[in-house]
């Protein structure tokens, strides 16, 4: 594996842990403001965010330990993928969340 995947890796895993800890902050926030309709629909895609980002985490650790490249390149593009899915539905839940607050 070249320097800069092992880079890229780094700091996917530090970025994914970092967001999937958000989404859990995001589903206590709207347990503690309390249950609406979109707070029960922000908590399940705040959970799937994050359930989302713990895949990646595991992903690029994965990555990280192998040494065959074919499967670090797999793994790789897998955990960017979820990585950019997990921000997607982390994104909605979040303009759902300041939607149903306003």
Same mark, same amino acid.
């Given at each position: 594996?070249?320097?800069? /995947?092992?880079?890229?890796?780094?700091?996917?895993?530090?970025?994914?842990?970092?967001? *999937?800890?958000? =989404?859990?902050?995001?589903? +206590?926030?709207?347990?503690?403001?309390?249950?609406?309709?979109?707070? +029960?629909?922000?908590?399940? @895609?705040?959970?799937?965010? *994050?359930?989302?980002?713990?895949? =990646? /985490?595991? =992903?690029?650790?994965?990555?990280? %330990?192998?040494?065959?490249? %074919? @499967?670090?390149?797999?793994?790789?593009?897998?955990?960017?993928?979820?990585?950019?899915? *997990?921000?997607? +539905?982390?994104?909605?839940?979040?303009?759902?969340?300041?939607?149903?607050?306003?």
């Amino acid at each position: 594996m070249d320097q800069n /995947t092992r880079e890229e890796l780094r700091h996917l895993l530090s970025a994914s842990g970092t967001m *999937a800890g958000l =989404c859990i902050t995001g589903v +206590t926030l709207f347990s503690t403001v309390g249950r609406t309709v979109g707070g +029960t629909v922000v908590d399940d @895609i705040f959970v799937l965010s *994050a359930l989302l980002f713990l895949l =990646c /985490t595991y =992903c690029v650790f994965w990555a990280l %330990r192998t040494k065959h490249r %074919r @499967i670090v390149q797999l793994l790789t593009r897998i955990a960017e993928i979820l990585f950019a899915v *997990a921000l997607t +539905t982390m994104v909605s839940a979040g303009f759902i969340m300041a939607y149903t607050l306003w």
